[in-house]
């Protein structure tokens, strides 16, 4: 009796946690297509994604089950979602939901209302369906996934996806190719190179569309910005005296003491 009641608790928290995760993410997604008209929230992949599927109900619907084995299998194996759940399996099978009866996109995945109350609802059931098969599996299951899937998903993140966006940002043209490449470098600081190929290739789309107007430039000086801060703070500049074999002037390791609190 008493782990039912527990169940039960579970179950009622997930489908609550589920259903306002997938809420703001349907009508943050919708909201993406009016932009710059409007704010909203999501991921470029979103976007894209929702778009390629071309208001096909089966796309949208296959797209999203591709991604949530990979999701289920995660949340079994580490107790974690995967991001996949929040920018491709939601939206798309709450778009799926609602294109069914009506192909008019700008008056389904376009509207945050609809898109808000199909993806609220999609989400609750998929998150509690992840959350509680997750902890119905027994421990010793975990641990062996665990050590099939963490280190497929680190290869996946730190090797197969930074090649994909690189390519992506060398078909986009050559000054996209040039900026993602050099902000690429971000791999040495921050251990990822994904958000340098992104910037750069918002960067070199926007100087191709515009030229090098005051926003651009702007944002050229935020992420020069970003890199430097991210690199400080992360003591790359110690780090990378140190490869050189050059020793790091006493004042630069008491600076990063101070800021960090130690």
């Given at each position: 009796?008493?782990e039912?009641?527990?169940?039960?608790?579970?179950l009622?928290i997930?489908?609550?946690i589920g259903g306002l995760?997938?809420?703001?993410?349907?009508?943050?997604?919708a909201r993406m297509?009016?932009a710059?008209?409007?704010?909203?929230m999501?991921a470029?992949?979103?976007?894209?994604?929702?778009n390629?599927?071309e208001?096909?109900?089966a796309?949208?619907?296959?797209?999203?089950l591709?991604?949530?084995?990979n999701?289920?299998?995660s949340?079994?194996?580490?107790g974690?979602?995967?991001?996949?759940?929040?920018?491709?399996i939601?939206?798309?099978?709450?778009?799926?939901?609602l294109i069914?009866?009506?192909?008019n996109i700008?008056e389904?995945m376009?509207?945050?209302?609809?898109?808000?109350?199909?993806?609220?609802?999609i989400?609750?059931?998929v998150?509690?369906?992840?959350?509680?098969?997750?902890s119905?599996?027994?421990?010793?299951?975990?641990?062996?996934?665990?050590?099939?899937?963490?280190p497929?998903?680190n290869?996946?993140v730190e090797?197969?996806?930074p090649?994909?966006f690189?390519?992506?940002?060398?078909?986009?043209g050559?000054?996209?190719?040039?900026?993602?490449?050099l902000f690429g470098?971000?791999?040495l600081?921050?251990?990822?190179?994904i958000?340098g190929?992104v910037?750069?290739i918002?960067?070199g789309?926007?100087?191709?569309?515009?030229?090098?107007?005051k926003i651009?430039?702007?944002?050229m000086?935020?992420?020069?910005?970003?890199?430097?801060?991210s690199?400080?703070?992360?003591?790359?500049?110690?780090?990378?005296?140190?490869?050189?074999h050059l020793?790091?002037?006493?004042w630069?390791?008491?600076?990063h003491?101070i800021?960090?609190g130690?």
């Amino acid at each position: 009796m008493g782990e039912t009641t527990s169940l039960l608790e579970i179950l009622g928290i997930y489908l609550i946690i589920g259903g306002l995760c997938g809420f703001g993410l349907g009508a943050g997604a919708a909201r993406m297509f009016h932009a710059p008209t409007v704010q909203g929230m999501g991921a470029f992949r979103t976007l894209g994604e929702l778009n390629s599927c071309e208001s096909d109900p089966a796309s949208h619907f296959s797209l999203g089950l591709g991604f949530f084995f990979n999701a289920w299998a995660s949340s079994v194996a580490a107790g974690a979602f995967t991001q996949d759940v929040d920018h491709r399996i939601i939206p798309n099978w709450g778009t799926a939901v609602l294109i069914i009866k009506n192909r008019n996109i700008a008056e389904t995945m376009h509207n945050p209302k609809k898109m808000a109350i199909a993806c609220g609802i999609i989400g609750a059931l998929v998150v509690a369906f992840l959350n509680t098969t997750a902890s119905a599996v027994q421990s010793a299951l975990q641990t062996t996934a665990i050590h099939v899937l963490v280190p497929a998903a680190n290869l996946l993140v730190e090797i197969v996806m930074p090649v994909i966006f690189w390519l992506a940002a060398m078909d986009a043209g050559r000054r996209s190719g040039f900026w993602a490449t050099l902000f690429g470098c971000a791999q040495l600081i921050m251990g990822n190179a994904i958000p340098g190929l992104v910037l750069g290739i918002l960067i070199g789309k926007g100087v191709d569309d515009s030229g090098w107007t005051k926003i651009t430039r702007t944002m050229m000086a935020a992420v020069i910005l970003l890199f430097v801060l991210s690199a400080f703070f992360r003591g790359f500049d110690v780090k990378i005296l140190e490869s050189f074999h050059l020793g790091a002037p006493n004042w630069l390791p008491h600076i990063h003491q101070i800021m960090s609190g130690e």
